[in-house]
C-alpha cells in the first residue's frame, strides 16, 4: 500500500494513514507553514495548517505522506521535520509530481 494507490482512488486517505500509523492532526500555524511531519515513539505525526483551503489541505497531507513513503524521517535529529530541510522538500514535492505524471 503507497501513495500511488491512493491516487489511483484504490484506497482512501484513512486506509494509508492507518497503514503508516499516521496521527493526523490540524493545528493554527504561522501563515508561512503549510505543516510538517515527525515520528514521535514509532508513531508518525502530521500537523497541517487548519487555515489552509481544502485543497491545499489534500496537497500538504500528500506532501508529508511522501516524506514518511520515502523514509525521510529516520535522521537522529527528532526535530529535524519541524523546521524542513529544503533537499527532502524537493525530493517529496518530486515524488508526488512523478507519481501523479
Ligand atoms: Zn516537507
Redesign the pocket.
Known amino acids: 500500500m503507497n501513495i500511488q494507490n491512493l491516487l489511483l482512488g484504490e484506497i482512501d486517505q484513512w486506509d494509508l494513514l492507518n497503514y503508516y500509523n499516521v496521527t493526523l492532526l490540524y493545528e493554527e500555524l504561522p501563515n508561512s507553514v503549510n505543516?510538517?511531519?515527525f515520528n514521535y515513539d514509532g508513531i508518525n505525526f502530521i500537523v497541517i495548517n487548519k487555515f489552509l483551503s481544502y485543497y491545499k489541505r489534500k496537497k500538504t497531507l500528500l506532501?508529508?505522506l511522501a516524506?514518511i513513503e520515502l523514509n525521510q524521517l529516520c535522521q537522529k535529529d527528532k526535530d529535524l521535520?519541524a523546521f524542513?530541510i529544503s533537499k527532502?522538500?524537493d525530493e517529496?514535492d518530486n515524488y508526488i509530481k512523478f507519481l501523479l505524471e
Open positions: 505543516g510538517f511531519v506532501h508529508e516524506h521535520f524542513h527532502y522538500e517529496a
